[in-house]
């Protein structure tokens, strides 16, 4: 499908509870991201849960001046009350970004912020070109695994 632009393409709040459906089979493809707080989301709370987030592909995506274009908070805590000092219990699997391009509002454009009892695994990263004020944006992963391939802009995940 041909698509439009959206406000915001967020998988979550996942995990708030022990007993909890996964996600999965999910398709993201031909979006504009435009000014935006979040383009690329998957968020999960840091407790203990038997979810699980997998097979999920972001595909031809512009992001123009976009917060964060490519974002996963396995460690979500508002207010640091009911998970503080947990870790997120929702497995992360196979999701793939392709062909990510664009402008990001901050000088991290790509932030795997994955769980340490849960790391994200099978992870991939093709073809992706992402600036800040047009220089190379930055990356930070933590308890991901994974490959990329192509165009790494910015590199340093896998």
Not at 99 to 112: H, I, M, Q
Not at 113 to 122: E, G, H, L, N, V
Not at 129 to 142: F, H, I
Request: proline share 4%; charged share 20%.
């Amino acid at each position: 499908m041909s698509c439009c632009v959206l406000v915001d393409g967020s998988i979550g709040s996942l995990g708030n509870s022990l007993e909890e459906d996964g996600v999965q089979n999910v398709t993201v493809k031909t979006v504009v991201f435009n000014a935006t707080d979040n383009g690329l989301r998957i968020k999960t709370w840091a407790r203990d849960s038997n979810g699980f987030v997998k097979d999920v592909v972001f595909e031809d995506v512009i992001m123009k001046n976009v917060k964060n274009p490519i974002i996963i908070d396995q460690n979500y805590c508002p207010g640091r009350t009911g998970c503080p000092k947990q870790t997120s219990g929702i497995k992360i699997s196979n999701v793939k970004y392709m062909n990510v391009r664009g402008s990001s509002a901050t000088p991290v454009a790509v932030k795997l912020d994955c769980s340490a009892s849960k790391p994200c695994t099978d992870m991939g990263l093709h073809d992706i070109n992402l600036k800040y004020q047009n220089r190379p944006a930055k990356a930070y992963c933590k308890n991901a695994r994974g490959t990329s391939s192509g165009i790494a802009i910015p590199s340093g995940c896998f």
